[in-house]
């Protein structure tokens, strides 16, 4: 199973970027799907999730509002929108998924570990 993530790059502060995650050999559509991220020296967090029914999405305080996740079913494909970016969301992105209709609450989501597969990574950059 491979989660590919793309779309990182440098921007400035206040711009904006999407990035993207394609599934091989898994489907989306009944699956939770995550981005986390992880900054240098620091633990991987969680930033947003859309629950496998899509009647549920979780957002962390740090980037409510700014940052949204989307999926197109049809192509297999995740997304995150990243709005007003600051320097301090400067990290290393990774998608994940579930297993099949797995959802819960937002302890229960954001949590790393209930996220069986996951992608490599794409570095975001924010200059101030």
């Known amino acids: 199973v491979q989660l590919q993530a793309s779309g990182g790059g440098l921007v400035q502060a206040g711009g904006s970027l999407r990035l993207s995650c394609a599934a091989s050999?898994?489907?989306?559509?009944?699956?939770?799907v995550g981005w986390f991220r992880q900054a240098p020296g620091k633990e991987r967090e969680f930033v947003v999730c859309d629950s496998w029914s899509g009647d549920t999405a979780y957002s962390a305080d740090s980037v409510k509002g700014r940052f949204a996740i989307s999926r197109d079913n049809a192509n297999n494909t995740v997304y995150l929108q990243m709005n007003s970016l600051k320097p301090e969301d400067t990290a290393v992105y990774y998608c994940?998924?579930?297993?099949?209709?797995?959802?819960?609450?937002?302890?229960?989501?954001?949590?790393?570990?209930?996220?069986?597969?996951w992608g490599q990574g794409t570095q975001v950059t924010v200059s101030s």
């Open positions: 994940a998924a579930t297993t099949t209709e797995y959802s819960g609450s937002y302890s229960r989501l954001s949590d790393r570990d209930k996220y069986r597969y």
């Open positions: 050999k898994i489907v989306f559509r009944r699956r939770t």
